[in-house]
């Protein structure tokens, strides 16, 4: 198994692949695409894996994926399964991810930041610290360093996410930059209370997310400063969290088969039509069902949910991936504020994987004109700000993916709505996944899609106790904080908090990235 760009468009077969270990420590490539699997395996045959992998712990499961696509040569067996298994110790639920049998929503918050994104940053953090701790093999090729710092920026889950899985990592520094008093309270005392040594969080104060996003970009973009401190990142195209994310749709799809007594079932074809709804921003999260689908787990249609900050559903509809235009001279202001911030994004980076897959089918499976067809699109989007996509390429992406658009009145009131009939509470996100499947559902008889052989699992991808303010706006009295928070978040208030605060004054991002920098080489001290 080799990874290959996304915009490798070199004739010369063997140019530019790289091995698992090269492909997760580099994150984005350095032509600026993504590092994709070029042939997805078949691993998984309904009739003839179910009733076996039913059966299995979620470990496991991730462990039988994951052996597909990282060679033994590089992580061997009782290596990977130790990896796997010291990942999913930190989740409060023994199933990691349980289907909630009542509303079949699939719980993906249970680790410790309470969002989904745990599942693949502790893997990854874990990741890290087996490529990083052993030594390197001498004929190894790449300039494989054994310590690093990751630099990041976050609006709120990601940043949460990425300190909660790289705390206490010996050979990983950490520095993290948040818009001072711009996110939310309850991400805010998660990520600043988390006090090992190699933890930094940085407050960048005047700045939005984009600044900061804009500060990670400018550093890491000097090849020198880069190199002299091993900078990396852990962003959302990094290949491991797409492939830890993969585990869940498996073990989703076979409880709710056993629930229904199927299993057993050898006739395909007998099997209900179970459909994913999935809140989408950077579309990381639905990317990994894509290639559960193409890795033989029989999933029914792909839902596409996002809010207001809709790029994905206007492309399904039209075949035109277009940025929203900006109403003031900052392209960033073009970003939708929702209750559900953690899918305001203008566009979704991980939709170029999907892109190329889909121009590597439509191109007759020629990798070298999919990624030109890539690159092109790129640059347009670049330039022009939008581009048209092949009527083949766009037929393609309709046969696979269903999407809607939920606007924040329908979010609140799905909310008020679902507490009301069955006393869960809903995260924002979650309830735009959930009012997309209901949508979803409306339109199956049209479709001569019989609704009684339909199931549907909304991915629930926070807790609600992370978004309290959407909560409380649809349902006003009555219902206390600590009824629907995980017991940490709510113990976290009076924590002690430890983080470094830069200012920007003015227009002057200049002065913050130098003291940005001034923050890693002091901490660093090379
Ligand atoms: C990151 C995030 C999403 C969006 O996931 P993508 O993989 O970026 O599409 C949705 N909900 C929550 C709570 C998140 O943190």
Redesign the pocket.
């Given at each position: 198994m080799q990874y290959r760009s996304t915009r490798n468009t070199s004739p010369i077969a063997s140019n530019g692949l790289l091995g698992f270990e090269d492909t997760v420590r580099a994150g984005l490539a350095a032509d600026g695409g993504l590092y994709v699997p070029t042939e997805v395996p078949t691993i998984f045959n309904y009739a003839e894996n179910a009733e076996e992998w039913s059966n299995l712990e979620y470990c496991q499961v991730a462990f039988r994926i994951f052996r597909k696509f990282i060679p033994a040569h590089e992580i061997n067996d009782a290596e990977l399964l130790a990896i796997v298994e010291k990942s999913y110790t930190a989740f409060d639920d023994e199933k990691v991810t349980p289907v909630v049998k009542m509303v079949r929503i699939l719980e993906l918050?249970h680790g410790p930041t309470f969002?989904?994104?745990d599942v693949a940053l502790q893997f990854l953090g874990n990741l890290f610290d087996f490529f990083l701790s052993r030594p390197q093999p001498a004929d190894s090729q790449s300039e494989r360093t054994t310590r690093i710092a990751v630099l990041g920026a976050t609006s709120?889950?990601?940043g949460g996410?990425a300190i909660y899985g790289l705390r206490g990592k010996r050979n990983v520094d950490v520095f993290i930059m948040h818009p001072k008093n711009r996110i939310s309270p309850v991400q805010e005392q998660q990520m600043t209370s988390v006090l090992d040594p190699n933890v930094h969080n940085i407050a960048v104060d005047g700045a939005t997310f984009d600044d900061c996003q804009e500060i990670v970009k400018v550093l890491m973009g000097n090849p020198e400063f880069k190199k002299k401190y091993s900078l990396a990142a852990v962003n959302?195209i990094n290949w491991a969290r797409i492939l830890a994310?993969t585990t869940y749709y498996f073990v989703a799809y076979l409880a709710v088969m056993k629930e229904l007594g199927l299993e057993g079932e050898k006739d395909v074809s007998k099997l209900p039509r179970l459909n994913f709804a999935?809140?989408?921003?950077?579309?990381?999260?639905?990317?990994a069902a894509y290639y559960a689908k193409k890795m033989g787990l029989p999933i029914g249609d792909l839902i596409i949910a996002t809010n207001n900050n809709d790029i994905l559903h206007r492309f399904i509809q039209t075949g035109i991936y277009e940025k929203p235009t900006s109403p003031t001279t900052n392209p960033s202001d073009a970003v939708r504020i929702t209750h559900?911030p953690?899918?305001d994004?203008l566009v979704?980076s991980?939709f170029e994987r999907v892109l190329w897959h889909f121009a590597h089918e439509h191109y007759d499976r020629d990798a070298v004109a999919a990624s030109i067809a890539v690159r092109g699109w790129m640059d347009s989007l670049k330039i022009d700000g939008r581009f048209e996509a092949p009527e083949g390429v766009w037929r393609r992406a309709r046969e696979t993916f269903r999407s809607h658009t939920v606007c924040d009145a329908d979010t609140v009131a799905a909310i008020g709505k679902w507490f009301g009939k069955t006393g869960y509470v809903l995260?924002p996100?979650?309830a735009v996944g959930v009012v997309s499947a209901e949508r979803e559902i409306e339109t199956l008889v049209a479709r001569e899609i019989d609704p009684e052989k339909v199931y549907s699992v909304v991915l629930a991808?926070?807790s609600p106790g992370?978004?309290p303010e959407a909560v409380f706006e649809a349902v006003p009295v009555g219902l206390k904080y600590e009824e629907f928070a995980p017991e940490p978040l709510v113990r976290q208030a009076g924590l002690p908090k430890r983080m470094i605060t830069v200012t920007v004054v003015g227009n002057d991002r200049q002065k913050a990235v130098d003291d940005v920098r001034r923050v890693l080489e002091a901490t660093l001290g090379l």
């Open positions: 918050w969002a989904f994104k709120g889950d990601t996410a959302s994310q999935v809140p989408t921003g950077n579309f990381g999260d639905i990317l559900s953690a899918m994004i979704s991980n995260d996100h979650t991808t926070a992370k978004f």
